[in-house]
């Protein structure tokens, strides 16, 4: 069995079917307190997210920080980036991209920051994935993986109502403890790994739902945040996400 479980034709056909994603990124976007931490803290000034087209993170580490970015991904739709760019008021001048394959691919340089968000979950070895950002990565400089977390409620929703999307997915990879264990044997420092943000749940392909589905999911969705506020605890049953951050 090979590493991958998505190729090429299914991200032509994912992004192509996708609205709305020429968006201003803003300042408040998901993780975003996580990566003014890491860029506070650890004087970065330079990033490449992985596996991130269109590049939001990219951007949003230019945008708000200054910092010298760059897109690496298997595939990139040239006419969609652009048009995500623009609606954040940059070019293909303002940010680096670099069509490419991980497992093929000799870094040209390396970079204080290394992030990848929603990649390592679609490949079958994890540790191998997880060793391939660090190419990439200056001695010292820091590691931040994040993934969704498919082993509680969302995950349910997703088996549910999208099983073709769930089976894109390694789901065997959402585990904290074991993410932090791969970074260890790597090598890696400073190795945190966790549940992360209050509930949320999902479908990508919402608008293809029933009038009931979409009911019913968005029910569920009140649910839970109310139950969230008033438990605000960051679990494996709730939690959208897993944030997994090492040092090289």
């Known amino acids: 069995m090979g590493n991958e479980l998505t190729d090429k034709a299914f991200w032509a056909n994912y992004w192509e079917s ?21 860029v506070g803290e650890n004087k970065i000034s330079t990033a490449v997210e992985l596996g991130g087209f269109p590049g939001y993170y990219a951007i949003f580490l230019k945008k708000y920080f200054g910092l010298k970015t760059t897109l690496f991904d298997y595939y990139v739709h040239e006419s969609v980036l652009k048009e995500v760019l623009s609606a954040n008021d940059l070019t293909v001048k303002d940010i680096t991209v670099i069509e490419g394959d991980l497992f093929n691919y000799q870094p040209k340089e390396q970079y204080d920051l290394v992030l990848s968000c929603g990649l390592i979950e679609h490949f079958n070895d994890t540790k191998d994935i997880i060793a391939r950002h660090l190419p990439f990565l200056k001695p010292g400089g820091t590691l931040l993986i994040t993934l969704p977390n498919f082993t509680g409620v969302n995950g349910w929703v997703q088996r549910k109502y999208d099983l073709g999307n769930y089976e894109k997915h390694n789901i065997s990879s959402m585990n904290p403890a074991l ?6 044997e790597l090598g890696l420092k400073n190795v945190e790994a966790n549940y992360y943000g209050k509930f949320s749940i999902w479908l990508e392909n919402r608008e293809q739902q029933s009038g009931f589905t979409k009911a019913f999911i968005k029910t569920l969705w009140f649910a839970g945040k109310i139950v969230t506020k008033i438990v605000p605890v960051e679990s494996k049953k709730l939690s959208p996400y897993i944030v997994l951050k090492a040092i090289r």
Request: proline letters at 4%; charged letters at 15%.
């Open 18 to 38: 996708k609205k709305g994603l020429a968006f201003a990124v803003p300042a408040s976007y998901t993780f975003h307190k996580i990566l003014k931490q890491i």
């Open 179 to 184: 993410l932090a264990s791969y970074c260890n």
